[in-house]
């Protein structure tokens, strides 16, 4: 039986990464964040407050923090099973993120293959079937087939499937 090949995102797909960023937005500088959560956390700060966040992403605890989006990880150890399952995560803007990230995917997910995580730039490189991203950018180049997570960043996106949470996606595999 073939496996299908199925890469998916990160942060603001497995991980709740949004929810963390308003988080530290409200307790650093009392920003109502939660209040405005369908505008991106950038428009919310002052640029000095932007040049903070951009430090504390950049020193990278901060992804090994993450709460993980609800059934995520319960519908990941199922598709593992089926199908040759990749988490494709961007990490060359923030690269000191990656040892984190490594250690929230062991902590989180301890059925994962840590031969299936995949650091990378731009993700057409992977050669998967599907890449479930809430980053529409990423399927451009892609020979796959992009599925978008739903966030409100990518509400105007008509291109491509889309899946609204994990529910969505076990359905659809
Ligand atoms: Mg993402």
């Given at each position: 039986m073939d496996r299908t090949r199925i890469g998916f995102d990160m942060?603001?797909?497995?991980?709740d990464t949004y929810g963390s960023l308003r988080l530290w937005a409200e307790t650093s500088y009392d920003i109502p964040a939660h209040e405005k959560?369908?505008?991106?956390i950038q428009s919310l700060l002052t640029d000095s407050q932007n040049q903070k966040m951009v430090e504390m992403l950049n020193e990278?605890?901060?992804?090994?923090t993450l709460d993980a989006l609800p059934k995520a990880i319960d519908v990941l150890e199922t598709l593992v099973k089926k199908h040759d399952v990749f988490i494709v995560t961007?990490?060359?803007?923030?690269?000191?993120?990656m040892s984190h990230k490594f250690k929230w995917i062991s902590e989180?997910?301890?059925?994962?293959?840590?031969?299936?995580?995949v650091f990378c730039g731009e993700k057409y490189v992977t050669d998967v079937d599907y890449l479930i991203d809430d980053t529409p950018r990423h399927f451009e180049r892609l020979r796959g087939q992009g599925i978008v997570f739903s966030a409100p960043k990518n509400r105007d996106e008509k291109r491509y499937k889309r899946v609204d949470n994990w529910d969505d996606v076990a359905a659809f595999f």
């Open positions: 942060d603001d797909v497995i991980c959560r369908d505008m991106p990278g605890s901060f992804f090994a961007a990490a060359m803007e923030h690269p000191a993120c989180h997910l301890p059925f994962f293959n840590p031969l299936n995580i």
